[in-house]
């Protein structure tokens, strides 16, 4: 089959690679309809040394079951499927807690089980992690329910964390995917004002297609200065950073108002941070985030995709084939792109 891989920072290379096969009874092969690049696919991007490289690179997909293991149980060849980007057994008690990412059963996709940029892939805890899809799905949904696999999860997540709920004020810093579907999300639980942060035009309409009411191109101390004259000096109660990046994160608790929570859900590039008297302790300020659970939230946040309540694939903006997916990166990288899909 073809699978992406990547060598070193900048280098994306799609070619051969072994077919993916059972290697355990609780296992299935997929079959790969739709995958795509992530901005979290980014930061390798940037980093990645030769040393490091090759590694397989893609978390998101979804597609046809080809075979499974004798343990898998409610899945048949030909099922259409999602997975979330992490795979569990969704038994344990982790997982029976929301808490699927500390599955002690469970990885993550790409890291040592093979990566979804590919024609196929093998799926770990299939019976736990795989969510089927109806089979007579409109194939133009496809794009939507591919956000389940991570991006509409991730933003859920940031907003559950955080507690959203009816009337709140909301910041949301970044306008990828993930921050704007973090706004989508925010809208779904109730908040009433939602500043989106971001500096680029076309996302940020795409933010008030979700539900953003105000937004602050201006970062560093402009922007929170921004924000505090929205909101009455305050700032609002829940700030969602869906960066990843230190700026990212002071700018967060520069918007937070005393007792609110900042919901981390950008991977973090960064080990320390400020959590001091000044920045949250002082103003009793929560943090909290993390990797997103998306199978605890998938099958809940389903059926408003399946009946077009939302669209959260309007985050693709360009659609290659698999064998360009290198270029994908490079327009992601460029901000030529907002969510490149890939289409093996």
């Known amino acids: 089959m073809r699978a992406t891989f990547m060598y070193e920072a900048g280098d994306v290379r799609v070619q051969d690679a072994p077919d993916p096969v059972i290697e355990q009874s609780t296992d299935a092969v997929v ?3 739709r995958s ?7 930061h390798p991007y940037h980093t990645l040394t030769a040393a490091d490289g090759p590694v397989p690179m893609g978390h998101e997909f ?4 080809e075979e499974t293991g004798s343990d898998v149980s409610g899945l048949r060849r030909g ?10 057994d969704n038994t344990c ?7 699927h ?4 059963n469970g990885g993550f996709f790409a890291a040592g089980v093979g990566g979804a940029q590919a024609e196929a892939v093998r799926v770990p805890q299939a019976r736990g992690t795989l969510v089927k899809l109806p089979t007579d799905v409109d194939p133009e949904l496809l794009p939507s329910l591919l956000t389940l696999a991570d991006v509409y999860g991730t933003g859920y997540h940031a907003a559950h964390q955080a507690r959203v709920r009816p009337g709140d004020s909301v910041t949301v810093i970044g306008d990828g995917a993930v921050g704007l579907l973090a706004v989508l999300s925010a809208k779904q639980l109730g908040a009433e004002r939602i500043i989106l942060m971001g500096r680029h035009k076309d996302r940020t309409d795409l933010g008030r297609f979700f539900g953003a009411t105000d937004v602050i191109a201006e970062r560093g101390e402009e922007g929170i200065a921004k924000v505090r004259e929205l909101t009455g000096g305050h700032g609002t109660r829940a700030v969602l950073e869906a960066v990843g990046h230190m700026p990212a994160y ?5 918007a937070v108002r005393p007792g609110g929570v900042i919901s981390r859900v950008g991977v973090p590039q960064y080990e320390d941070a400020p959590v001091g008297f000044r920045s949250l302790f002082g103003p009793n300020v929560t943090l909290t985030g993390g990797p997103a659970p998306v199978r605890a939230y998938l099958e809940g946040l389903l059926p408003a995709v399946l009946d077009g309540t939302v669209d959260p694939g309007r985050v693709f903006d360009r659609t290659l084939p698999l064998e360009d997916t290198a270029e994908g990166y490079r327009a992601m990288d460029r ?3 907002l969510k490149v899909l890939i289409t093996p």
Request: hydrophobic letters at 45%; a negative charge; aromatic letters at 6%.
């Open 31 to 33: 079959r790969v309809l």
């Open 36 to 42: 795509c690049v992530c901005g979290s696919d980014l």
């Open 62 to 65: 979804l597609g046809t079951i």
């Open 79 to 88: 099922d259409l499927v999602v997975a979330p980007f992490a795979f569990a």
């Open 93 to 99: 008690e982790f997982c029976r807690e929301g808490l």
């Open 101 to 104: 990412t500390s599955c002690p």
């Open 250 to 254: 002071e700018m967060a608790v520069g």
């Open 335 to 337: 901000r030529e792109a």
